[in-house]
């Protein structure tokens, strides 16, 4: 794929992501979006929601962000293994994370609401993107 192709190809799928979170009010069910969004550290208890459906949103908003992720690293390197890892780890990362996500909504303090933002912010985030493509850079440069 010439260079431009693929430049462009990835900054499309970004694209994408940016729309995610663009629309993420219209197409997923969060109502922790607007409880962050204010002083929550100052408040007393979490609003008002439906846990499974807040588990089924922010998973369905997970593996979105994820599968785009990956089709940037497909594009990006074009190597199977790459792809392979990144989505073990990404499955992994989801995992241990919305355990700990429901844990500390289960048992939500006032002092926790600080990691249950940063726990929260990695579900609904593309973030992992940002450290696994710079990584696989630089090992697809030390290969050569």
Do not use: C
Request: charged share 20%.
């Amino acid at each position: 794929m010439p260079k431009a192709v693929k430049i462009g190809s990835i900054v499309g799928v970004f694209g994408l992501l940016v729309l995610v979170r663009y629309f993420q009010e219209t197409l997923f069910y969060d109502p922790l979006l607007d409880f962050f969004r204010s002083d929550f550290l100052e408040k007393e208890h979490l609003p008002d929601f439906n846990t499974l459906k807040l588990i089924f949103a922010l998973t369905e908003r997970y593996f979105l962000n994820s599968i785009l992720s990956l089709l940037v690293l497909w594009i990006a390197f074009s190597e199977k293994g790459y792809v392979r890892f990144a989505a073990l780890l990404y499955l992994i990362a989801f995992v241990l994370l919305l355990v700990l996500f429901y844990i500390l909504l289960q048992n939500y303090e006032p002092e926790y609401y600080q990691l249950l933002f940063y726990v929260r912010r990695f579900l609904i985030q593309p973030l992992f993107i940002l450290i696994i493509l710079p990584a696989f850079y630089y090992q697809k440069t030390r290969e050569k």
